[in-house]
């Protein structure tokens, strides 16, 4: 994916990262992280509403009303005005 790297935390959790979260100057193949940040991905049905948190590269950070959050692709969430 442009603008995403593939990473793997000590611990061994993997997951993409969009390059501006990252510090890549470590050298190598190594990087530290500018921020908190999760790679978890959240599944959404048709009709949910959620509440955006965060946009980068095409993907959505996203917290459902159960309080549940976790990155959706962009095409997948419609702003509510739309077709309101």
Do not use: K
């Amino acid at each position: 994916m442009h603008g995403w790297w593939w990473c793997t935390a000590p611990d061994g959790r993997s997951g993409w990262v969009p390059q501006e979260l990252l510090d890549r100057t470590i050298g190598g193949a190594r990087a530290a992280l500018l921020r908190a940040y999760t790679a978890r991905e959240l599944t959404v049905e048709r009709g949910e509403t959620v509440a955006v948190e965060d946009e980068r590269r095409g993907w959505m950070f996203v917290r459902n009303a159960a309080g549940d959050s976790g990155w959706v692709p962009a095409t997948h969430v419609e702003d509510a005005g739309e077709g309101a």
